[in-house]
């Protein structure tokens, strides 16, 4: 245990947490993790083995990239298919595949698709091509969305008429609501995100735990807060308890970032989304408001994409969002899906599961 903990910032507190959460003798219990960077440090320390066998850890909805269904990515490659447009994304949804096809196929074959690193730099390439439509796929949480509220406005009061954005932006609270409530997923507790919560507060997880009865704790990245967060969830459930502590206060305050949330509700209004794996969730996703609608590409699709999301053949993308099974339970795993040949966006994203695993294990 001492080498797998050497390589923790803090090898003695962290020793001292594995020791606390090892003399848990409780009924089996699952925790699941809701951010992507969670899972990526879990894996990357070691964390899950060194727990009892009795604590599961469990990977939930935490990457956008991964819970956007497949029609949007079929309808970001009609799009990059038309004439003058320019396409301008992230450099995840690149590879995401679609039956054989994916952006980064589309590029080679001379599509005109730019990796952009925030919403505002497609904004400077819808400046400098006047002639072409430039469309940003917008695929976040609350805690990219207020940066692309912002293009949109500058887009709005700069009068850049060829500039619009194809908007899976989803927010957490429903998903948290439907998986907490979900007894298929039967999570016993959760360790709640970081930036998210930055901005939407910590509010919310006191308002699932008294409603569903679990126990949370908002935690940083760091190995030594993630054990202490799964070592205070443990404690709850031990104590029949269901409280949620804010382990990350200095970056999470109880009301969140009340200036990034009214950007997003100056140019976003609640819409129904689709999430892979989880299905169509009530008012989990952002829709520009009428106001901003010139903006919108889904206006150019104009229901020609049926909203359905299609699972690559053998793919388990679905379940392991939900902490249904683990990727190693996938047949495709290692095999006909790696980092390089990925068949789902779990083993695409950098924040995705699959990755995850088979990066670190
Ligand atoms: S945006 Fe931040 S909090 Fe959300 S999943 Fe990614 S790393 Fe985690
Ligand atoms: S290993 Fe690949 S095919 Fe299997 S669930 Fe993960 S992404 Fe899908």
Request: aromatic share 8%.
């Amino acid at each position: 245990m001492i080498s797998e903990l050497e390589q923790f910032r803090n090898e003695t507190l962290a020793e001292g947490l594995v020791k606390a959460i090892r003399r848990y003798d409780g009924r089996p219990v699952s925790i699941m993790e809701v951010c992507g960077t969670h899972t990526m440090a879990i894996s990357r320390y070691g964390i899950r083995e060194l727990l009892p066998p009795n604590v599961r850890l469990i990977s939930g909805p935490g990457c956008p990239v991964c819970v956007t269904p497949s029609f949007y990515l079929k309808s970001a490659l009609e799009l990059c298919r038309r004439e003058n447009t320019i396409v301008a994304t992230f450099g995840d949804m690149m590879r995401i595949p679609y039956k054989g096809a994916s952006l980064l196929t589309e590029k080679a074959l001379g599509r005109d698709i730019r990796m952009v690193y925030s919403p505002l730099d497609s904004l400077d390439i819808a400046r400098q091509h006047p002639d072409k439509t430039v469309i940003f796929l917008s695929v976040g949480f609350e805690t990219t969305v207020p940066v692309t509220a912002i293009a949109v406005l500058e887009a709005a009061q700069q009068g850049l008429d060829n500039f619009m954005i194809l908007s899976a932006n989803k927010t957490i609270p429903a998903a948290m609501h439907l998986l907490s409530s979900d007894p298929e997923v039967a999570v016993d507790g959760f360790l709640y995100p970081g930036h998210v919560s930055a901005v939407i507060g910590s509010g919310l997880y006191e308002e699932l735990a008294k409603a569903y009865g679990i126990p949370g704790a908002v935690t940083g990245f760091d190995p030594a807060d993630i054990l202490g967060s799964i070592l205070y969830v443990l404690e709850q459930i031990q104590d029949n308890k269901a409280t949620v502590a804010n382990l990350y206060s200095m970056v999470v305050q109880p009301g969140g970032n009340p200036i990034a949330r009214g950007k997003i509700d100056e140019v976003f209004e609640a819409s129904d989304a689709v999430w892979r794996g989880l299905g169509q969730i009530p008012g989990s996703g952002l829709r520009l408001r009428e106001k901003y609608r010139s903006f919108d590409a889904w206006s150019l699709i104009n229901g020609s994409v049926e909203e359905r999301d299609e699972e690559a053949r053998g793919c388990r993308c679905g379940d392991i969002l939900k902490g249904k099974c683990l990727p190693s339970d996938c047949k495709l795993f290692g095999k006909a899906c790696t980092p390089e040949t990925p068949v789902g966006s779990c083993m695409v994203s950098s924040e995705g599961t699959c990755a995850a695993y088979y990066r670190y294990q």
